[in-house]
């Protein structure tokens, strides 16, 4: 009954072969050829191989949890000054990225890390990017969302600040193009792609 489990991957089911010494492949075995290696008797070679295919069976949700998290993940962008979508929802973000980011850490924990060591290490890379990438664009879109009430809201500062002004104007022109992209795409997957 406990062979039936979901847990056991072909690669479990050709490693217990081949502990139990059957000479038959995996599609071509048969209730007989187990019984006849005497389970009972290798209960603990059965045994193990379920262990290590339930503790990586944990790991393989856990990694399939992380990567439909984010490629469905939404940034969530709210109106701006008639101008543009701005992110906001920033602690969750963080919140989400620091907990998977953790998770992937713990992972490596494991002693079943080495299966799974190949899908890891690039979104465990990618959570990282998208952290430093993000805690500088909040910094940045807080600085925007500053310096666009200076020098948009007083017409004193253009004329006094004027070289400074047509800078901020090429700013404002990126940076409000730039989140117009971003809420054509809000998923967080293709923003980092922009």
């Not at 924990?109 to 060591?117: A, D, I, N, R, T």
Request: aromatic letters at 12%.
């Amino acid at each position: 009954m406990e062979l039936k489990s979901e847990a056991m991957k072909a690669r479990h089911w050709k490693q217990l072969l081949t502990k139990l010494r059957i000479k038959v492949k995996f599609n071509d075995l048969i209730l007989n050829n187990l019984w006849e290696a005497d389970l009972i008797k290798n209960n603990k070679i059965v045994a193990d191989i379920l262990n290590e295919a339930r503790g990586e069976l944990i790991l393989d949700e856990f990694l399939r949890s992380i990567k439909e998290c984010w490629s469905k993940y939404e940034l969530e962008l709210v109106r701006y000054a008639n101008k543009c979508r701005l992110i906001r929802g920033w602690d969750e973000l963080f919140t989400q990225i620091d907990e998977h980011i953790n998770n992937l850490a713990s992972m490596k924990m494991s002693p079943y890390y080495k299966v799974f060591e190949e899908e890891i290490v690039p979104w465990d890379e990618k959570l990282q990017k998208i952290r430093i990438v993000f805690d500088n664009w909040i910094d940045v879109q807080r600085r925007y969302v500053y310096l666009e009430g200076i020098f948009f809201g007083s017409a004193d500062i253009k004329s006094m600040l004027s070289a400074e002004f047509n800078k901020f104007r090429g700013i404002d022109n990126e940076f409000t193009q730039l989140m117009k992209k971003v809420a054509q795409k809000p998923i967080i997957l293709d923003v980092m792609s922009i």
